[in-house]
């Protein structure tokens, strides 16, 4: 099992920062240019065991999604784990802090593991750095949009 962890400190309420991340319609907003995202399910609403379902395109690659919200503490936590998805296993947890001096921890924590059996060594370095990429690209963004309401 592989981990990557992002921790960003953002200018905001702890309640806000919780509830941008709770609404479904800026994933896109903070998904990277080169990866297109849609949400299949439009009437989601996240609650535990609510299930989200989305298709992303990177690389001219269709991807289908398919998470279970399984931890939903308002205004800390969110946990979803993949029921279908590229990996083998994906368990995501949005760990919402707050701190001193009007700022908040944003944390993603990802477990994840990959499909390719004793390959997978092969494809851990790509898999990493995509990793890095993408949630980069997302804190810069939800830093940028949260701090300037």
């Not at 200018?11 to 299949?40: G, M, R, W, Y």
């Not at 939903?72 to 946990?79: K, R």
Request: hydrophobic share 45%.
């Amino acid at each position: 099992m592989k981990i990557y962890e992002k921790i960003s400190l953002i200018e905001c309420e702890l309640e806000a920062l919780f509830a941008f991340h709770i609404d479904t319609k800026n994933l896109q907003a903070i998904s990277p240019k080169n990866i297109k995202v849609t949400l299949l399910n439009k009437d989601f609403l996240p609650k535990e065991g609510a299930i989200l379902k989305l298709k992303t395109v990177q690389n001219f690659l269709p991807i289908l999604w398919e998470v279970k919200i399984e931890r939903l503490e308002a205004p800390n936590l969110l946990v979803d784990v993949a029921i279908k998805s590229p990996f083998r296993f994906w368990k995501h947890s949005h760990i919402f802090t707050q701190k001193e001096d009007g700022l908040c921890e944003l944390k993603d924590r990802v477990e994840y593991e990959l499909p390719f059996g004793f390959l997978n060594s092969l494809f851990d370095t790509f898999v990493y750095y995509q990793l890095q990429s993408m949630f980069g690209y997302r804190h810069d963004m939800s830093k940028r949009l949260l701090e300037a309401k």
